[in-house]
């Protein structure tokens, strides 16, 4: 039987960071015969949102979970979920725009290719496989587009307001709340919206204890999060994957703490809104030990002086220098070498982790025994000689865990600062729902807004 579609490309419209397998939303074609004519279902500051393009969007969800429908919400409520991710895809582009970023079509050619080498297909299968299921090629590639651009939006707002000191690093690892190993975890997120009175506040709350409840009640935690959750990641089941303690939120770390596989938190309040976590699956941290390398280097470059052929020819003389005892590899390196971080050290390269230096020496540093000395091999930068002086084995957990801590609070701030720049981004917008059934009966105003662009 055909493998549908959406069962290996996204069904999902509203990816800020975009996955070599990245999941897409074909879009609808135009009407034909005696098909309605479409309708406008919702105004999102200058664009709009057609139902042939809600009607497509739905469509490439339920089939992504064909075999297992019970997952998804009644459809009115997959309704709004689908469309209120359509609408932070269209506000995201549109801010984008305004900041002038945008991308090339090599760019996107890029991206295709990245889609159809994850699905094991060649760029053309892939461009026969989106026609086939009834979809335009070109409005696949306008999405993807799409997905780019927000993806440069989030480095943009990112790299403008997210570093990390030393200190915080240090204040982490050194806080009693610091938790080592990693947890696989699932979440259901009901936002409060930014600058939220009181009433948004309550209606928030009131959601979440309905996704709790329908939890408790027996409906699956990704059925639920399909249904309740507005995090982008919602129509995935809520899953954020394998985390590192030290990337949870550290107002939720005790929460989890608690937990056994399989356990649901309560609602809890968040900084944005509301949050429901599910622990899947949890594993202990490990000592990381290492193989680390003790070198040195000789490396001629070509210049306008010296041909590739003679920088050969010259790193093979020293090559047999070295081997017949008539140099000394020291003195070599300090008057040839073109390296500027070893040559003035006699070529020393101090010890190193294996691909710290790139892969064609980290192949050469396997073949080499103790003191044995490589023959001239190229790479990039020029012809090397590389000598072996000894290795040992490193345990490297404590730069880890700095490297990760640095990592985890790099983390944490960006998802933070990017959903706060969203939760900012929606409330400051005019968006404007047409159709009375996809406004969400749980939020004030169906969740409408019309303080943006006039």
């Known amino acids: 039987?055909?493998?549908?579609?959406?069962?290996?490309?996204?069904?999902?419209?509203?990816?800020?960071?975009?996955?070599?397998?990245?999941?897409?939303?074909?879009?609808?074609?135009?009407?034909?015969?005696?098909?309605?004519?479409?309708?406008?279902?919702a105004v999102v500051d200058d664009g709009i949102i057609l139902q042939s393009e809600l009607n497509e969007a739905m469509r490439s969800v339920q089939q992504q979970y064909a075999s297992d429908p019970s997952q998804l919400p009644p459809q009115d409520v997959l309704a709004r979920q689908v469309l209120d991710r359509l609408i932070l895809m269209k506000l995201q582009v549109q801010r984008a725009d305004d900041q002038?970023?945008?991308?090339?079509?090599?760019?996107?050619?890029?991206?295709?290719?990245?889609?159809?080498?994850?699905?094991?297909?060649?760029?053309?299968?892939?461009?026969?496989?989106?026609?086939?299921?009834?979809?335009?090629?070109?409005a696949f590639r306008k999405q993807l587009a799409d997905q780019l651009v927000?993806?440069?939006?989030?480095?943009?707002?990112?790299?403008?307001?997210v570093s990390i000191s030393d200190s915080e690093i240090n204040n982490l690892l050194a806080s009693p709340t610091y938790k080592a190993g990693e947890v696989h975890l699932s979440h259901i997120q009901i936002s409060v919206p930014s600058g939220g009175n009181a009433a948004d506040i309550e209606a928030a709350q009131?959601?979440?204890?309905?996704?709790?409840?329908?939890?408790?009640?027996?409906?699956?935690?990704?059925?639920a999060a399909i249904r309740f959750s507005d995090a982008q990641d919602a129509l995935d089941g809520g899953d954020l994957g394998w985390r590192r303690m030290d990337e949870v939120p550290p107002a939720f770390?005790?929460?989890i703490s608690t937990l056994k596989p399989g356990d649901v938190t309560a609602a809890l309040r968040g900084p944005t809104g509301f949050h429901i976590l599910k622990l899947i699956d949890q594993?202990?941290?490990?000592?990381?030990?290492?193989?680390?390398?003790?070198?040195?280097?000789?490396?001629?470059k070509p210049s306008e002086l010296m041909t590739p052929e003679q920088a050969r020819q010259k790193a093979e003389d020293l090559y047999n220098q070295i081997t017949t005892k008539k140099g000394d590899f020291t003195k070599l390196a300090k008057d040839n070498s073109k390296d500027d971080t070893t040559a003035n050290a006699g070529g020393d390269m101090g010890w190193f982790p294996q691909q710290a230096w790139g892969g064609a020496i980290a192949q050469q540093l396997t073949t080499l025994k103790d003191n044995q000395v490589s023959q001239p091999f190229q790479t990039e930068a020029g012809w090397h000689i590389i000598q072996l002086l000894g290795t040992r084995q490193s345990d490297r957990t404590n730069d880890i865990e700095r490297d990760q801590a640095r990592q985890?609070?790099?983390?944490?701030?960006?998802?933070?600062?990017?959903?706060?720049?969203?939760?900012?981004?929606?409330?400051?917008?005019?968006?404007?729902?047409?159709?009375?059934?996809l406004r969400d009966p749980n939020l004030p105003n169906g969740g409408q807004s019309g303080t943006g662009k006039s």
């Not at 070599?20 to 004519?37: E, K, R, T, V």
């Not at 594993?283 to 001629?300: D, K, M």
């Open 206 to 223: 009131k959601k979440a204890q309905q996704a709790v409840d329908a939890i408790k009640g027996g409906m699956d935690f990704k059925a």
């Open 408 to 437: 985890a609070i790099g983390n944490r701030k960006a998802e933070q600062a990017y959903d706060d720049y969203l939760r900012e981004m929606r409330s400051s917008a005019y968006i404007n729902v047409l159709v009375p059934e």
């Open 283 to 300: 594993r202990a941290p490990s000592r990381q030990v290492i193989t680390e390398y003790h070198a040195r280097q000789i490396l001629i």
């Open 150 to 161: 927000a993806q440069r939006l989030h480095e943009s707002v990112v790299r403008d307001q």
């Open 1 to 41: 039987m055909k493998q549908p579609l959406a069962l290996f490309l996204f069904a999902i419209a509203t990816a800020t960071v975009l996955p070599a397998h990245a999941q897409l939303l074909p879009q609808s074609q135009a009407p034909q015969g005696n098909q309605p004519l479409d309708r406008i279902v």
């Open 253 to 255: 770390v005790d929460s």
């Open 100 to 138: 002038g970023i945008h991308v090339s079509d090599a760019d996107i050619d890029q991206a295709v290719a990245a889609v159809a080498q994850q699905n094991k297909m060649s760029p053309e299968q892939l461009r026969a496989a989106v026609e086939q299921d009834g979809s335009s090629f070109v």
